[in-house]
């Protein structure tokens, strides 16, 4: 049986613990009392990272149930007013056990990795309108290069060199469906010392 523990934030008691039993998620809160979760009524997963301002390592695992409703479970513990500590080790090895029950009592349950299509379509619209704010004020607002010959070459290379920025960060965002028992390893935490695109 695997367990995973952590507190959310300021406002909660203490720490809630999730437990990866043979039939179902069990969720047992800081006050004691228990839900349970058969794995037959969890609909779809979804891995991502979502880092923060104050957990740039954020990793998010997300359950939907048949009912509609969402489990949310992240790789961060409340230490302190705006101070996380990073669980990742304790995280991927439950994530990994839970992802085990689902392909076996859910087989048809989809595993999503990325953000999902919503929220996908509004950071690429927040992210191109972004470059367009940036490359309207290089070209509107006048800086100290302005008075050199080359300074719209400057411009435009400064423009270009955002676009691949931009490319990477939509494709790895870009919600896709894979199969539940092939979960890529950049859809969980990497490793200490190791880049999170190996």
């Not at 992802?99 to 927040?126: C, D, H, M, Q």
Request: glycine share 6%; proline share 7%; with cysteine.
């Amino acid at each position: 049986m695997t367990t995973y523990r952590r507190r959310s934030g300021a406002v909660a008691r203490g720490e809630r613990e999730w437990r990866v039993e043979e039939d179902a998620l069990v969720s047992r809160a800081a006050s004691g009392r228990e839900q349970r979760v058969p794995w037959r009524d969890v609909i779809a997963v979804r891995l991502c990272s979502e880092p923060h301002r104050n957990k740039p390592w954020r990793y998010v695992f997300e359950l939907q149930q048949r009912n509609g409703r969402k489990i949310e479970i992240d790789n961060a513990h409340f230490v302190g007013f705006g101070s996380f500590e990073e669980r990742s080790h304790e995280y991927k090895s439950f994530v990994r056990a839970a992802l085990a029950r689902v392909a076996a009592e859910s087989p048809k349950a989809k595993a999503l990795i990325g953000e999902t299509p919503k929220r996908y379509f509004f950071l690429v619209l927040a992210g191109l309108f972004g470059i367009i704010a940036v490359a309207y004020t290089l070209i509107a607002v006048r800086t100290p290069i302005d008075n050199f010959q080359f300074a719209p070459l400057v411009k435009f290379a400064v423009i270009l060199l955002m676009l691949p920025i931009f490319w990477r960060w939509i494709v790895g965002a870009m919600p896709r469906g894979v199969a539940l028992d092939a979960i890529p390893e950049r859809a969980l935490p990497p490793e200490a010392g190791q880049s999170p695109d190996t």
